[in-house]
């Protein structure tokens, strides 16, 4: 497989998480935990589902203890930091600070052997970023009182965890995406966990809760994880951190094609932004 196929494969990632926010809304007010036990349940038995055809996808779980820290660590420690940024902070605020991942995958990237961050990458990431802030500040006024600065912190935290799992795949990349799977039903297992401790059981009351549920379990919360594993192991790791910052802009616009958000000035110029930025951190790759 190509860098460029991989990177491409990895861009589909970006297309899935931005319909995680639509899909979320759909399923109802199910808490926090209980949606991420059942969705990555999901995610992890899907991956699973394929090694009946190729049984020999089940040693991908004979792994070192260092390849299960950082996958679960990654996964559930990035998930649970976000929800608590949720619980305690305003939703934009925590949003704005988490969106500095992509950022730091760009930054990251060029502590790994052989990469190198030319200007047009780092250019490219803080285009994005910019219009990060831009779409997130035209939907809130940024203020923040004694008692958020937990949530806040969390959120930049799990910018910070997202990042370095991003980053760490790589450095593992004799780690096979089978092992995924794994990691995903660990998460599954600690996110019921946190469930039963801080959260009270909803289930969902109608079929297309269960449909949206079973959707994000085999979109956001499933392949996309595979795909991205691909992406950061085999691809192009400073166009992938810079064309994350598509994701908000992505989202928002599925969320106003939902009827549950009103498009704004600050959508577009974000988006002549998020776009032209990863436009230039591809360069390399769009010319080749």
Known sequence: MTSR???LIGLTAILMWSLL??????????????????T????????????????????????????????????????????????????????????????????????LPGERLAPHHLIGAILGLTGTVLLV?????????????????????????????????????????????????????????????????????????????AALGIGPVGLAFYVWDIGMKRGDIRVLGAAAYATPLLSTTFLILAGFAKPTAALGVAAVLIAGGGLIAAKDMIWK
């Open 21 to 38: 926010a639509v899909m979320t809304v759909a399923t109802g007010r199910i808490p926090a935990f209980q949606l991420a036990a059942m």
């Open 137 to 213: 500040a035209g939907n809130t006024s940024i203020q923040f009182e004694r008692t958020q600065m937990s949530g806040l912190a969390a959120a930049f935290i799990a910018a910070f965890v997202w990042a370095a799992y991003s980053v760490l795949s790589r450095r593992l990349a004799s780690v096979p995406t089978d092992a995924v799977a794994g990691f995903c039903l660990a998460t599954a297992v600690l996110a019921a966990v946190a469930h039963m401790l801080v959260e009270s059981t909803v289930w969902p009351d109608s079929g297309a809760q269960w449909l949206a549920i």
């Open 5 to 7: 196929t991989a990177t």
């Open 40 to 111: 990555f349940a999901i995610g992890g038995l899907a991956g699973c589902a394929s090694w009946l055809f190729r049984p020999e996808g089940a040693r991908a779980l004979q792994q070192p203890p260092v390849a299960w820290l950082v996958g679960v660590g990654g996964l559930f420690g990035y998930h649970a930091l976000y929800f608590i940024a949720l619980r305690l902070a305003p939703p934009a605020e925590a949003g704005l600070l988490n969106y500095l991942w992509p950022l730091l995958i760009v930054l990251f990237s060029s502590l």
